[in-house]
């Protein structure tokens, strides 16, 4: 179980980073 | 967990803490880090306060006494900036991570290196803010809000390093709800549904998802005036084509979630407090999901309504009006879900409930000054007065920070293994109480007379409250020495506490010894256990 999760954990952070950047390069790219 | 991978995660795994201040340095511990964080809020918080004090000595009479309007300004801009992200966020990011991963029957947070690094940016971002007062040209003094072109054409040197001092907060931030929404989401107990989860997991769930739509934003808006300010760029400057109102727009778009990312935590936790002291479940569990979900996603589409007097077109300002209307609604099922909870209850007001049935009246005070400021027509009148510092300090100290403190109490118990001065805590209470009412219940007043916010010098006519509401503030200020007195009284000298303080107590967390251990669900609890702390059982 704990090898399982650990792997979700890495995955659900990098999703969530990925969105976080993404959504601070189109606030830039939108308002240049 | 398995031996296998507690022997490659964590050498110590079965022992307690390192000794010394390294411990403090190197913590992976979702515990220490909670602490680290309920700490350094807290100092936040009294460095903030002092600067409210000397705001309010100056405000005591009409007139300049203390200050330069130039430095009155540096006051009013460090304090909201130091109490909004220096003694709030982190306040609730500290409670996030000592009760959630106990909440959810996890042995710690996802990402415990992760979680380190977010809290250990917090006291380099802090200093580098509160370091502004010492450069040349003060500190920022355009405001929490930083508009522009104040905060660009108009600002001094010191802007870039509250610019550099806001991103590395709002990164601190993104990393702490990543960590809880990954902690949430893959480290729950396995037999825990997410219709199990306790209130206070749920709306830190939904205030990350918050963080995350919100914090980009604001990093976004602190970029574009840092290349505005010193790479010839012209985002906000209407001379080289840009749009200074657009950053009102991307400011608010980030504000605006901003104050529920404050607000939804607390609700989580007085959706824990009332039902403990009422001795009923809570009523209506699965409408207070689905009420805080929607007032988070109502969070996104109302961010004008900061905006009335910026002339935008009427549809916008019905738009915003009406759709500011809308989250009236699901707070009003909060609201009426936790009056439901008390009623017909066998209640007893131990402090954390006192600070809760405070909470639920005061905070509503706030909600409804609130809806007085969403009109549109109406707001041409309250905009920049102080019917707006009266608003937002209704809902973010005996909102927020209410909220934060009947935490502190209902929790203190697991946290230190000891019981606080319940008499001393009272008179805390009624002192704070009545003179956070005294400070901010004038200034709506002042402000529909036509006072406005943020100037260090007024009209006669506003005197009186003015005269009033300081000295309140001034008892509100002093009630925190005692507040710190109890704190310490109860770690140094409290009488020990068994497991579960408040008999009807639920929750996995009070399944714990008190003091809770260093570490704890290394088994994940079962299906049985669950159902039986449950909520809604």
């Not at chain 1, 954990?9 to 790219?29: E, F, H, K, P, S």
């Not at chain 2, 054409?153 to 809880?180: E, K, Q, R």
């Not at chain 2, 909600?367 to 019917?387: K, W």
């Amino acid at each position: 179980m704990a090898e399982k999760n650990s792997k979700g954990q890495g995955r659900t952070a990098l999703i969530v980073a990925i969105v976080a950047i993404g959504l601070y390069l189109a606030t830039i790219m939108l308002n240049g | 967990m398995s031996s296998t991978t507690a022997a490659a995660a964590h050498d110590d795994h079965h022992h307690g803490p390192e000794k010394g201040l390294l411990r403090w340095v190197k913590t992976t511990n979702h515990k220490d880090i909670g602490t680290l964080y309920l700490w350094f809020s807290f100092a936040m918080l009294l460095v903030g306060g002092a600067f409210a004090m000397g705001i309010r000595s100056e405000l005591l009479q009409p007139g300049l006494q203390l200050f330069e309007p130039q430095f009155y300004n540096q006051l009013t801009t460090m304090h909201g900036l130091i109490m909004v992200f220096g003694a709030i966020m982190p306040a609730f990011v500290g409670l996030a991570n000592w009760l959630i991963p106990m909440m959810v029957g996890a042995p710690d947070m996802a990402l415990p290196r992760m979680n380190n690094w977010s809290f250990w940016i917090l006291p380099f971002a802090g200093t580098i803010l509160l370091s502004t007062f010492f450069m040349e040209g003060g500190a920022p003094a355009f405001g929490w809000t930083f508009y522009a072109p104040l905060s660009t054409t108009f600002a001094p040197d010191s802007t870039d390093f509250f610019i550099f001092a806001i991103h590395l907060l709002g990164f601190s931030s993104i990393m702490g709800a990543i960590n809880i929404i990954a902690t949430v989401l893959n480290m729950k107990a396995p037999e825990m549904r997410l219709m199990d989860m306790p209130l206070f997991v749920w709306t830190w769930l939904i205030t990350s998802f918050l963080l995350i739509g919100a914090m980009p934003v604001l990093a976004g808006a602190v970029t574009m005036m840092l290349t505005d300010r010193n790479f010839g760029t012209a985002f906000f400057d209407a001379t080289g084509g840009g749009d200074p109102v657009m950053f009102q727009h991307i400011f608010w778009f980030f504000g605006h979630p901003e104050v529920y990312i404050m607000i939804l935590p607390a609700f989580g936790i007085i959706s824990h407090i009332i039902p403990t002291f009422a001795r009923k479940p809570l009523f209506g569990y699965s409408s207070m999901v689905y009420a805080t979900a929607s007032i988070a996603f109502l969070s996104y589409i109302v961010w004008a309504h900061h905006m009335f007097l910026t002339g935008m077109p009427v549809a916008g300002e019905l738009y915003f009006m009406y759709a500011t209307m809308l989250i009236a609604v699901p707070t009003g099922v909060k609201v009426f879900n936790w009056v439901a909870t008390m009623w017909k209850g066998s209640m007893s007001f131990e402090t954390p409930m006192l600070w809760a049935l405070s909470f639920v009246f005061l905070f509503t005070i706030g909600g409804f000054s609130g809806l007085m400021l969403g009109i549109a027509p109406a707001d041409i009148q309250y905009h920049d007065t102080y019917f707006v510092v009266a608003h937002f300090h209704y809902v973010l100290v005996t909102g927020a920070l209410w909220g934060i403190i009947a935490a502190v109490f209902y929790w203190l118990p697991k946290w230190t293994g000891k019981m606080y001065n319940e008499r001393l805590a009272k008179v805390h209470f009624w002192i704070a109480m009545i003179s956070v009412n005294v400070t901010f219940f004038p200034q709506h007043f002042i402000g529909l007379a036509g006072m406005p916010r943020r100037i260090p010098d007024y009209a006669l006519q506003f005197a009186d409250f003015n005269f009033i509401s300081s000295i309140g503030s001034f008892a509100f200020g002093l009630s925190f020495l005692l507040f710190t007195y109890i704190l310490v009284d109860c770690i140094r000298n409290g009488k020990p506490a068994v497991a579960r303080p408040w008999e009807s107590a639920k929750g996995l967390e009070w399944t714990l010894a008190a003091p809770v251990a260093y570490h704890t669900f290394d088994e994940p609890p079962t299906r049985a256990e669950i159902l039986a702390e449950s909520q809604h059982s």
